[in-house]
T-cell receptor, first 111, second 110 residues
């Protein structure tokens, strides 16, 4: 799986939008962009995934650059429960390999 | 639906011992993957089981082995434990592109 680059940490205020960036300049045409998050003392949790078009679900939105070399996870209104480590992962659906996690972005939410 | 369950929650072993961790996948999921997460790091893929066979393996030594049963549940075995094997061991079951993780087993090797 191709490598992704994320900031080590970000801080935001409660009830404000949060934009978490991810760079993946070596992404291949068949790689999907996945986001998982890991709350303290829990296993990772799926957030969202996409291929080319922007995606929305009840948890977040995923904005994908036109050249697909970067993406942004958007939390529209952060709450204290969104404090977690967020991982951006590329995965080819044809592969049976596991997910390749980096260190992710530690998101801190201030009340 | 109970989701992915793992047992035990915590475990303490000494160097050289052997350990077995257990995982029950989410209902309807036939693929189970295991990950090791050291403190402050992201999870690292150990291996994946499908139809009772190891389908893919990450960069882990043969001391790490596994098994999948006909009901899709799985075990992770680690032999000759080292201090460096202390970590959170996560099991994930998958349906299509999405993986569902259990809460993990915290293994401490003394």
């Amino acid at each position: 799986d191709a490598k992704t680059t994320q900031p080590n940490s970000m801080e935001s205020n409660e009830e404000e939008p949060v934009h978490l960036p991810c760079n993946h300049s070596t992404i291949s045409g068949t790689d999907y962009i996945h986001w998982y998050r890991q709350l303290p003392s829990q296993g990772p949790e799926y957030v969202i995934h996409g291929l080319t078009s922007n995606v929305n679900n009840r948890m977040a939105s995923l904005a994908i650059a036109e050249d697909r070399k970067s993406s942004t996870l958007i939390l529209h209104r952060a709450t204290l429960r969104d404090a977690a480590v967020y991982y951006c992962i590329l995965r080819d659906p044809r592969s049976s390999d596991g997910l390749t996690f980096g260190k992710g972005t530690h998101l801190i939410i201030q009340p | 639906d109970a989701g992915v369950t793992q047992s035990p929650t915590h475990l303490i072993k000494t160097r050289g011992q052997q350990v077995t961790l257990r995982c029950s996948p989410k209902s309807g999921h036939d693929t189970v993957s295991w990950y090791q997460q050291a403190l402050g790091q992201g999870p690292q893929f150990i291996f994946q089981y499908y139809e009772e066979e190891e389908r893919q393996r990450g960069n882990f030594p043969d001391r790490f082995s596994g098994h999948q049963f006909p009901n899709y549940s799985s075990e992770l075995n680690v032999n000759a434990l080292l201090l460096g094997d202390s970590a959170l061991y996560l099991c994930a079951s998958s349906l299509e592109l999405q993986q569902f993780f259990g809460p993990g087993t915290r293994l401490t090797v003394l």
